[in-house]
T-cell receptor, first 110, second 113 residues
């Protein structure tokens, strides 16, 4: 039973447009949510996070939205750049134990 | 500042062989963990530790052992490698259990033939 799901394996976006990556979860005990970015042959790197008591967190071009009633979070990247092309993982935490989604491959075309 | 260092980067094992994947961090983090990444599966937690001398199982612990004798090191042992353990392994550390901005190593790509 996958507690964190990213239902879109891939997303293709034009440079300058918005990228929206989605993530759904089932466990209402998760208290912290994160997005990680991963390039090939590298480890994941932290991108942005949000506490379960908030509904939005913004950091430059990246904004994470949390809808607790729908158990859904999303990552918005505006504007998208070719260097954003990578695999994006959402993760949810209970007491520091992270559960990851399957990942979404984002491709930003020049 | 090295961060989280994993060795080796690549390894090929024969079925039944044993080996240890090394992980070291120089950030004095209390919380360390091991994940495996398989296609379409995301990263799955194998084992984790909240401090020296304390370890616990994650989602997929079978076939793996860990120990935490120091704050810096958290080795992962495969006692008898199986083809199902072919994967990319990542070690991560974070300051506290509950502070979940984990820092990851570069990964170890393991193939069991």
């Amino acid at each position: 039973d996958q507690q964190v799901k990213q239902n879109s394996p891939s997303l293709s976006v034009q440079e300058g447009r918005i990228s929206i990556l989605n993530c759904d979860y089932t466990n209402s005990m998760f208290d912290y949510f994160l997005w990680y970015k991963k390039y090939p042959a590298e480890g994941p790197t932290f991108l942005i996070s949000i506490s379960s008591i908030k509904d939005k967190n913004e950091d430059g071009r990246f904004t994470v939205f949390l809808n607790k009633s729908a158990k859904h979070l999303s990552l918005h990247i505006v504007p998208s750049q070719p260097g954003d092309s990578a695999v994006y993982f959402c993760a949810a935490s209970i007491y520091g134990k992270l559960t990851f989604g399957q990942g979404t491959i984002l491709t930003v075309h020049p | 500042n090295a961060g989280v260092t994993q060795t080796p980067k690549f390894q090929v094992l024969k079925t039944g062989q044993s080996m240890t994947l090394q992980c070291a961090q120089d950030m004095n983090h209390e919380y360390m963990s091991w994940y495996r990444q398989d296609p379409g599966m995301g990263l799955r937690l194998i084992h984790y530790s909240v401090g020296a001398g304390i370890t616990d199982q994650g989602e997929v612990p079978n076939g793996y052992n860990v120990s935490r004798s120091t704050t810096e090191d958290f080795p992962l042992r495969l006692l008898s490698a199986a083809p199902s353990q072919t994967s990319v392994y990542f070690c991560a550390s974070s300051p506290l259990a509950g502070n979940t901005e984990a820092f990851f190593g570069q990964g170890t790509r393991l193939t069991v033939v």
